[in-house]
């Protein structure tokens, strides 16, 4: 027997979790303490609840494991909701571990600290699976089971509420549980995987669509090897990007956009849709048609939502695309000819864009960020730029704030990826608003070392907002900001800053920033007076 702190931490270590991001409180000091005892295991101390679940969603991103979070009761756990939000609609493994006021007080009404009645209900429809303690013999297998559940099938964001009693008590062991394989979803109907793989072989124009679960699943081999064979040319949802090294012949980039893509998707015969849940944000609301659709995914949760399959296939997505693969025939010099002349129509129209005023400053990142970089980038306009027009090349090169829309996600993020990924660069994009949900974190990335970049766009104003305002009501209302003086602000944390105000500048700041290994905030002045959904 062991205390509950111990048997959770115990199993965190068996599970291969290296970085716990978190809080100390009053109900979850007993797991702290056994975190203490554990040094294998690293923490970091955030400054806020929803900074740190920010970064585990990062870590878990860019690591393909877990990101655990710890927070405390109540009003500790119900700062994360947007960032659990955003990790339910990325498909990231976050673990949350949250504490509840003493079992046996639970649901009494009487004014106990921190009480919150029904505090699991919260995260019900913000996470893949909520596991609730309320017995000591809960503790072990509710722990496992919140592990498992993160990255079985469609990964996501997991809640496990551990009353602060439970923590302090003897808790029994127990075997590690049920096979993980049991998990993970069936394999496909084999007569509909004989209908796509005939619909493939049979069509002269074939588009692949992969979205943000082939990512999570590691499905890079598996993509380039369809689109060589099949000679279909690759669009991707955002959070996919790279997944095809976006300088391949065969890689178009962003499916939502207009021009050369979009005509190559209307003129397509079949699309295999890989790991892509179809969403109306990424798909729908773009108007984009998808004729003759192959919806490849884990399950049928997102099947024919907003587009009618032609065939269906869910299960175990990477193994349904390796079963295409064996049975696909080699394309032909009719695909490859069609692939070739959209490729070449792309081309020119990237001509034309790379000329424009916003793609320089992407270029200049692009040009500054090695190669197996990582550029992480919030909702602010040169960061919908960047989802149009920044190349990735491997998946994860650009982690984007797409699963909810959230502000704020990127500089937190970004700390979490560095973490994951120490030996990588990495470069964080945020707006000036954006950037004061979470510059607190400044003095965590400085505690623990953590160093790369933080480009924070300052142009005094919720700029997209104001737009929205201005193309629907003719004027701007409420979104223009009073901001600090952001490089001072980032002194006063122990932080070097500059200030730049162009793009040859702020590609020479983030170059110098990544190999200095610290971190520093780039001030970069500037107005983008539109976003590239309309005309691009």
């Keep these: 027997m062991k205390p509950g702190a111990e048997r959770v931490v115990d199993i965190l270590h068996e599970a291969g979790v290296e970085v716990v991001f978190g809080i100390p409180s009053i109900h979850n000091i007993r797991l702290y303490e056994a975190l203490r005892k554990r040094p294998s295991i690293r923490h970091i101390l ?43 609609g990325s498909l990231s493994p976050v673990v949350m571990i949250t504490t509840n006021i003493k079992s046996s007080k639970i649901g009494k009404g009487i004014g106990t600290l921190h009480e919150l009645d029904r505090q699991d209900r919260i ?54 549980g049920p096979d993980t394989d049991s998990l993970f979803a069936p394999p496909g109907d084999a007569s509909e995987l004989a209908r796509a793989v005939d619909l493939l072989n049979s069509s002269s124009r074939p588009v692949l669509l992969v979205g943000t679960g082939a990512v999570r699943a590691g499905m890079a ?64 609301r773009r108007g984009i048609t998808l004729p003759r659709l192959i919806h490849v995914d884990w399950d049928e949760q997102w099947i024919g939502r907003n587009f009618p399959p032609h065939v269906a296939l869910t299960g175990d997505i990477v193994a349904l695309a390796r079963s295409l693969l064996g049975g696909v025939a080699e394309g032909g010099g009719g695909r ?47 960061g919908y730029w960047a989802e149009y027009f920044y190349p990735s090349h491997f998946p994860g090169g650009l982690v984007p704030a797409k699963g909810s829309a959230v502000i704020g996600f990127a500089f937190a993020a970004a700390a979490g990826v560095k973490l994951a990924l120490p030996e990588r660069p990495v470069a964080a994009l945020i707006g000036d608003g954006g950037f004061l949900y979470s510059a607190q974190e400044l003095a965590t990335c400085v505690r623990h ?88």
């Design 46 to 88: 955030c400054r806020q609840e929803a900074g740190a679940a920010h970064m585990a969603d990062g870590y878990a991103r860019a690591a393909g494991r877990p990101g655990v979070v710890v927070t405390s009761t109540g009003p500790g756990a119900g700062y994360t909701v947007p960032a659990l939000l955003e990790a339910l």
């Design 123 to 176: 995260f019900q429809g913000i996470t893949k699976e909520t596991f609730v303690a309320r017995s000591p013999e809960d503790v072990v297998p509710k722990t496992r089971q919140a592990l498992r559940a993160a990255l079985s099938g469609r990964p996501g964001p997991v809640y496990l509420e551990l009353p602060t009693d439970l923590l302090d008590r003897q808790v029994p062991g127990g075997e590690h």
């Design 221 to 284: 081999r598996e993509v380039k090897a369809l689109a060589e064979e099949l000679a279909a040319p690759v669009i991707t949802t955002v959070p996919a990007k790279g997944i095809l090294p976006e300088d391949h012949p065969l890689a178009f980039g962003n499916a939502a956009r207009r021009g050369a893509v979009r005509r190559m998707i209307q003129s397509a015969d079949v699309v295999l849709a890989l790991g892509t849940r179809l969403r109306e944000v990424d798909t729908k």
């Design 336 to 382: 490859a000819g069609w692939a070739e002349a959209f490729g070449r129509e792309s081309a020119q129209e990237q001509e034309e864009i790379r000329r424009l005023r916003e793609v320089s400053y992407l270029d200049a990142l692009r040009a500054a960020i090695p190669r197996d970089g990582v550029l992480v980038a919030d909702n602010t306009i040169l």
């Design 449 to 536: 070392g953590i160093g790369f970049p933080v480009v924070v766009v300052n142009d005094g104003a919720y700029g997209i907002i104001g737009q929205l305002q201005e193309g629907a009501y003719g004027t701007a209302f409420e979104s223009d900001l009073v901001n600090p003086d952001f490089c001072a602000l980032a002194r006063a944390f122990g932080v070097s800053s500059v200030r730049v105000e162009s793009a040859d500048e702020l590609g020479r700041e983030v170059r110098e920033s990544i190999a200095s290994g610290e971190v520093r905030l780039v001030e970069l002045r500037a107005t983008f007076p539109a976003s590239p959904f309309a005309r691009y």
